[in-house]
Nanobody, 128 residues
Protein backbone atom coordinates (compact mmCIF):
# COMPACT_ATOMS: atom_id res chain seq x y z
CA UNK A 1 0.00 0.00 0.00
CA UNK A 2 1.45 3.32 -1.11
CA UNK A 3 1.91 5.75 1.77
CA UNK A 4 3.53 9.18 1.93
CA UNK A 5 4.28 11.18 5.07
CA UNK A 6 5.35 14.81 4.90
CA UNK A 7 7.34 16.57 7.61
CA UNK A 8 9.52 19.63 8.16
CA UNK A 9 6.95 22.40 8.05
CA UNK A 10 6.83 25.23 10.55
CA UNK A 11 6.90 28.96 11.11
CA UNK A 12 9.74 30.86 9.45
CA UNK A 13 10.50 34.52 8.85
CA UNK A 14 10.61 35.93 5.32
CA UNK A 15 13.99 35.18 3.79
CA UNK A 16 14.40 32.05 5.86
CA UNK A 17 14.71 28.41 4.83
CA UNK A 18 12.99 25.11 5.48
CA UNK A 19 13.53 21.58 4.21
CA UNK A 20 10.47 19.43 3.75
CA UNK A 21 10.68 15.65 3.67
CA UNK A 22 8.34 13.16 2.04
CA UNK A 23 8.93 9.64 3.35
CA UNK A 24 7.56 6.91 1.10
CA UNK A 25 6.54 3.37 2.03
CA UNK A 26 4.86 0.56 0.17
CA UNK A 27 6.68 1.28 -3.07
CA UNK A 28 10.14 2.11 -4.36
CA UNK A 29 10.81 5.65 -5.44
CA UNK A 30 12.91 5.25 -8.60
CA UNK A 31 9.99 4.23 -10.81
CA UNK A 32 7.66 6.92 -9.53
CA UNK A 33 7.14 10.58 -10.20
CA UNK A 34 6.94 12.60 -7.01
CA UNK A 35 5.26 15.97 -6.82
CA UNK A 36 5.17 18.69 -4.21
CA UNK A 37 2.00 20.75 -4.12
CA UNK A 38 0.80 23.50 -1.85
CA UNK A 39 -2.57 24.86 -0.86
CA UNK A 40 -2.82 28.36 0.50
CA UNK A 41 -5.86 29.40 2.57
CA UNK A 42 -8.85 29.89 0.32
CA UNK A 43 -7.02 28.70 -2.79
CA UNK A 44 -6.83 25.52 -4.82
CA UNK A 45 -3.98 23.09 -4.50
CA UNK A 46 -1.26 23.89 -7.02
CA UNK A 47 1.98 22.34 -8.18
CA UNK A 48 5.30 23.58 -6.80
CA UNK A 49 7.91 21.11 -8.00
CA UNK A 50 8.24 17.51 -9.12
CA UNK A 51 10.59 14.77 -10.25
CA UNK A 52 9.34 12.74 -13.19
CA UNK A 53 9.47 8.95 -13.41
CA UNK A 54 12.54 7.15 -14.65
CA UNK A 55 14.61 10.00 -16.08
CA UNK A 56 14.63 11.94 -12.82
CA UNK A 57 14.15 15.32 -14.50
CA UNK A 58 13.03 18.05 -12.14
CA UNK A 59 10.47 20.77 -12.73
CA UNK A 60 9.46 23.93 -10.91
CA UNK A 61 6.72 26.49 -11.20
CA UNK A 62 8.02 29.92 -12.13
CA UNK A 63 7.39 31.47 -8.72
CA UNK A 64 9.85 29.14 -6.95
CA UNK A 65 12.58 28.75 -9.56
CA UNK A 66 15.99 29.58 -8.12
CA UNK A 67 14.67 29.34 -4.55
CA UNK A 68 13.40 25.75 -4.18
CA UNK A 69 15.24 22.51 -4.93
CA UNK A 70 13.67 19.06 -5.12
CA UNK A 71 15.80 15.99 -4.60
CA UNK A 72 15.39 12.33 -3.76
CA UNK A 73 17.37 9.85 -1.69
CA UNK A 74 16.49 6.42 -3.04
CA UNK A 75 18.32 4.69 -0.20
CA UNK A 76 16.05 6.39 2.32
CA UNK A 77 13.03 6.26 0.01
CA UNK A 78 12.55 9.95 0.72
CA UNK A 79 12.06 13.06 -1.39
CA UNK A 80 13.06 16.50 -0.14
CA UNK A 81 12.05 20.04 -0.96
CA UNK A 82 14.66 22.58 0.09
CA UNK A 83 13.03 25.99 0.29
CA UNK A 84 15.21 29.09 0.52
CA UNK A 85 14.46 32.82 0.46
CA UNK A 86 10.93 32.10 1.61
CA UNK A 87 8.23 34.68 1.03
CA UNK A 88 4.85 35.18 2.72
CA UNK A 89 3.16 33.95 -0.45
CA UNK A 90 4.85 30.57 0.05
CA UNK A 91 2.58 30.01 3.04
CA UNK A 92 0.32 26.99 2.81
CA UNK A 93 -0.05 23.30 3.44
CA UNK A 94 2.51 21.35 1.42
CA UNK A 95 1.62 17.91 0.12
CA UNK A 96 3.62 15.26 -1.65
CA UNK A 97 2.12 12.73 -4.04
CA UNK A 98 3.38 9.84 -6.15
CA UNK A 99 2.48 8.08 -9.35
CA UNK A 100 4.25 5.53 -11.48
CA UNK A 101 5.02 6.16 -15.15
CA UNK A 102 4.40 9.90 -15.12
CA UNK A 103 6.77 11.84 -17.33
CA UNK A 104 7.69 15.39 -18.14
CA UNK A 105 5.90 18.42 -16.78
CA UNK A 106 2.72 16.36 -16.31
CA UNK A 107 4.03 15.68 -12.81
CA UNK A 108 3.24 19.32 -11.90
CA UNK A 109 -0.52 18.86 -12.31
CA UNK A 110 -2.66 17.47 -9.49
CA UNK A 111 -5.20 15.93 -11.88
CA UNK A 112 -2.56 13.42 -13.02
CA UNK A 113 -2.40 11.74 -9.61
CA UNK A 114 -4.79 9.33 -7.96
CA UNK A 115 -6.81 10.71 -5.05
CA UNK A 116 -5.51 8.05 -2.66
CA UNK A 117 -1.84 8.79 -3.40
CA UNK A 118 -1.54 12.00 -1.41
CA UNK A 119 0.08 12.56 1.96
CA UNK A 120 -1.69 14.45 4.73
CA UNK A 121 0.44 17.57 4.33
CA UNK A 122 2.69 19.76 6.44
CA UNK A 123 1.98 23.42 7.20
CA UNK A 124 4.47 26.12 6.22
CA UNK A 125 3.90 29.62 7.52
CA UNK A 126 6.13 32.46 6.37
CA UNK A 127 5.55 35.48 8.53
CA UNK A 128 7.40 38.07 10.55
Amino acid sequence: QLQLVESGGGLVQPGGSLRLSCAASGFMLPNYAIGWFRQAPGKERGGVSCISSSNQNTYYVESVKGRFTISRDNGKNTVYLQMNSLKPEDTGVYYCVARSSLYGTRCLYAANYDAQSWGKGTLVTVSS
